[in-house]
């Protein structure tokens, strides 16, 4: 594969170098990959069972390797059909013009993050390590040759599936006393659906101002597919799904009213939807929807995991 070295001068000579690598490691995004974790923890503290918290860190550092190489391999992926090559000067690749270096970056990622798994699932349940790489397979169907599902508007499914059950059954089993039996799915699929949903939403507004490339280079984003205006409407029902499902416990006596605690979040989310209904079209204005949608996410995930967890203490 050829290095698009070219590509590296013309962003090194013209823009702010720095900036630029600190948009390609984008550390708030980091709040997606922990999530799932702790709201198992959360839930097992508000339940009065013990958290293991060594398989807590092993598991936390995991989980950001993991996401690490989807982002390394994003960047990579993305570089071979072209789509990053004039919208994403912060592109890790465009950043470096090495894309092999870059692929072996993010494979030592994958290996080391999958190697923590393996450790934390041996102390624990081998399906710790079954649902992790489903949650990988996941992510490479998203971006990897041939599938490419992100590319065909399939992306936020498979997002969904891999932050909420799979992710969050994971978290639950490895905080768990060695030799559980079975996947905890009810549970999971109860504490992960409407986090996960928000994490979605992260993915969903990712695709905004970046449409016109995506249409270009044969990206069927949903955004692409239903056209700006129509996506920012979905936006407040992403919003109101996750609380919904979030509440719908609460209301029905199974958690707690202090994991009402999630509406933290909602102050950048109502901030998200004013902006996305006023300027979907407009690329400059809303480069930063992204990152309004992760402190929802982020705030959203970290007041319920607390509620739940002082559940214990109001009875
Ligand atoms: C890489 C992802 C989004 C970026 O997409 P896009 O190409 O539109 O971005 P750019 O335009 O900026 O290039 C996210 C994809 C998520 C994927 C479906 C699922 C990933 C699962 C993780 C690898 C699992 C993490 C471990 C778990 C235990 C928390
Ligand atoms: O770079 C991005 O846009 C995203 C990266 C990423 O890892 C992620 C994970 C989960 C939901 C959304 C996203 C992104 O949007």
Known sequence: MTEPKVVASRYAN??????????AIKWPMYAVAVMPVLLAAGWRLGQALPVRFDQLLLFLLAAVLLLAWENLANDVFDADTGVDADGKPHSVVN???????????????????????????????????ALVLACCG????????????????????????????????????ALAPAGASGVPWRIALALGS????????????????????????????????????????LVPWFVAGCLALQWAPVLLGQWPLTALLGVIGLPPARQLIALLQRH???????????????????LNGLGLALGLALGRFTG
């Not at 490479?140 to 799979?166: H, K, M, S, T, V």
């Not at 979907?280 to 982020?298: D, T, V, W």
């Open 194 to 233: 409407g986090p996960a949903l928000a994490t979605t939403l992260v993915l969903f507004c990712s695709h905004f101002h970046q449409v016109d490339e995506d249409a270009a280079h044969g990206k069927r984003s949903p955004v692409v597919h239903l056209g700006t205006a129509a996506a920012s409407g």
């Open 138 to 173: 996941l992510g490479y169907l998203y971006q990897g040759p041939p599938f490419r599902l992100g590319y065909r508007g399939l992306g936020e499914p498979l997002c969904w599936l891999a932050f909420g059950p799979l992710a969050t059954a994971a978290g639950l089993l």
């Open 280 to 298: 979907h079209g407009e690329p400059g204005r809303i480069s930063g929807s992204k990152f309004l949608a992760l402190r929802f996410q982020a």
């Open 14 to 23: 013209s823009v702010d170098r720095r900036r630029l690598w600190q948009a």
């Open 95 to 129: 950043l470096t013009g090495r894309r092999d270096r870059v692929a072996g970056l993010a494979n030592g990622c994958l290996l080391l993050g999958l190697a923590l798994m393996a450790l934390v699932a041996w102390r624990s349940s081998p399906a710790v390590l």
